[in-house]
């Protein structure tokens, strides 16, 4: 996660991924591997903010406000959500 | 019903009476009137059986302007984000142009905070649904501060059950993504676009002159085929004005839009030191109306602000109706425009601060109330108007002088003229439209001898 701490432009969709927003929510869809993800709520707002460049600072002073926590409380419920998508791998870390 | 609030409108050999507190018009001869008039004077309701049949309507149709709001604030009209006065585009007629192109941003705490306000107040009141839009200067200007809100409040509206409907009025300059953001997250896009290249880079170049065509088309083109509704607002100029059904046509053949809203420029000193005027206001109608012919054949609304025969109201803007707008600095104001506009002319249009700490509006109760009565203030111009209901005396800062005189300006001549136009297109009078508006085209009327036949 250490590139995670710096910038979230770093942080792109998984290979082939792609998704698609509503009022409620953003569908986030492998055609490969056939699976979707339902995203809701401020993940479906994080995913946004990465679609939209925001830096992470700004992914987690946004999510902080958000939640109503700090900074930092904020900040390891997003790099929970970071590492499940990294996981699950519709996101991945961009090699530079 | 008082007799002031009916009117007969010359047209051609004809008139047009209108009673708008009944949405009632008809077509009537110069004889009908006159059996009309005696029939009001006398009170002899049974002697013409077409002045029984109208009056008897009248009576049975009887409607009241929106009322404007009393006591504490408790339905706000709306809740406005200025989330910033700097902007990214360098319009030659930009009324706003004093503010610095680089003016600081609304700190997202502050949205935050009067987004918890405006759905507490909401909730406090049982209100289910809502509306926040956004201005600027250019709102995408600070992006921040919308792709923040838009989520936040969403989010926190629905924990209360309250249902958001979110718009933004912008210059259409940025990037595709958060063009297709913008697509599948706000309900409503007022989209600034003044027509093919050739008006759009006269009128609104980037801040270093070049041409701003290519950008705003390709995001009109995504926003078109987005989820949102989209609005595009057309400013008017003496260049333009003739040109109004073919820019018509030229939109409705590149995009999927809701409606098309044109309005007349307002000249200030950057536009005049650019050479663009207001159109003549005759000619402005006379193409708005054919525009609206245009767009009407693909199911697009024409609007134009105080011409909208639906709504019956005291105020033509949200000022007096309780809006919320919410400044940069966190200031509560009724009207978008620079503070300095209204203390021109003597206004004071701020009503209470946004509390970051508390998330509280603090309001002062006295100024809102001066506000309401404001909008509620009649002017002697508009007493014998058949548009007082629609345009209701049009903006209060930049007509204020205007409607306290016993003249009616360009503001009012179109308005009145296409006031007129929509009534005989509304009651089917298509015919007598057509010939009137080719009388318009061929021989336009000034001013002055705009008739205000007041039965």
């Given at each position: 996660?250490?590139?995670l ?47 939209l ?19 930092e ?24 | ?158 924990k ?7 718009e ?59 989820n ?35 309005e ?17 206001p ?40 309780d ?98 136009g ?29 008739p205000?036949?007041?039965?």
């Open positions: 996660m250490s590139n701490s710096r910038s979230s432009s770093g942080l792109v969709k998984g290979r082939g991924i792609y998704s698609v927003r509503d009022r409620e929510g953003v569908f986030v869809i492998d055609p490969e591997r056939q699976i979707y993800w339902r995203l809701t709520g401020l993940e479906a707002d994080i995913w946004d903010w990465i679609a460049n925001h830096p992470f600072e700004e992914i987690l002073q946004f999510s902080a406000l958000y939640l109503d926590l700090s900074v409380a904020a900040k390891d419920q997003v790099f929970k959500v970071f590492q499940k998508w990294l996981s699950d791998g519709i996101l991945r870390v961009e090699e530079t | 019903m008082p007799p002031a609030d009916l009117f007969a409108i010359p047209v051609l050999d004809k008139y047009l009476f209108y009673a708008p507190l009944s949405r009632y018009a008809r077509v009537i001869g110069a004889d009908e009137l006159g059996h009309l008039r005696q029939a009001l004077a006398t009170e002899d309701r049974d002697s013409d059986p077409l002045s029984a049949q109208i009056l008897a309507h009248l009576q049975l149709n009887a409607f009241t302007p929106d009322p404007l709001p009393q006591g504490p604030l408790t339905n706000p009209f709306f809740l406005g984000l200025i989330t910033t006065r700097g902007c990214n585009m360098g319009c030659r007629y930009c009324d706003f142009s004093t503010t610095p192109k680089t003016s600081s941003a609304m700190p997202v705490e502050l949205a935050r905070a009067a987004i918890d306000a405006y759905l507490d107040l909401l909730s406090q009141n049982g209100k289910q649904a809502g509306e926040i839009q956004f201005f600027g200067g250019e709102p995408f200007f600070r992006n921040r501060i919308v792709e923040f809100a838009v989520g936040y409040a969403r989010h926190s509206a629905l209360k059950g309250i249902e958001l409907h979110f933004v009025t912008t210059n259409g300059l940025f990037g595709t993504k958060r063009s297709a953001w913008i697509a599948d997250n706000l309900d409503a896009v007022v989209l600034s676009l003044d027509g093919p290249a050739e008006f759009q880079n006269a009128h609104r170049p980037l801040i270093h002159g070049a041409g701003s065509f290519e950008k705003v088309f390709q995001n009109a083109r995504i926003l078109s085929e987005g949102t509704d989209l609005i595009i607002r057309v400013c008017v100029t003496d260049k333009s004005a003739s040109q109004l059904p073919e820019i018509a046509r030229w939109i409705a053949g590149e995009f999927i839009a809701s409606s098309v809203c044109f007349p420029l307002t000249a200030c000193e950057l536009s005049i030191q650019h050479g663009l005027l207001p159109p003549d005759v000619t402005f109608a006379a193409m708005y109306l054919q525009a609206e012919d245009e767009l009407a054949q693909y199911g697009i609304l024409t609007i134009t602000s105080g011409t909208d025969l639906n709504r019956l109201q005291h105020s033509f803007c949200p000022v007096g109706k809006a919320i707008l919410v400044t940069p600095e966190g200031r509560l104001n009724a009207c978008y425009l620079l503070e300095q506009e209204w203390e021109k002319e003597g206004l004071d249009l701020s009503f209470g601060r946004i509390n970051p700490a508390s998330a509280c509006f603090q309001i002062d109760a006295e100024n809102l109330e001066a506000i309401r009565c404001l909008a509620a203030t009649r002017h002697p111009l508009c007493a014998g108007c058949f548009c007082k209901y629609h345009c209701a005396g049009a903006c209060h800062v930049n007509h204020r002088a205007a409607r306290d005189t016993s003249a009616y300006d360009a503001v009012c001549v179109q308005t009145r003229l296409i006031t007129t929509k009534l005989l297109k509304r009651i089917q009078q298509i015919d007598l439209y057509q010939e009137w508006i080719s009388a318009l085209v061929q021989a336009p009327i000034t001013a002055p001898s705009i205000n036949c007041l039965l």
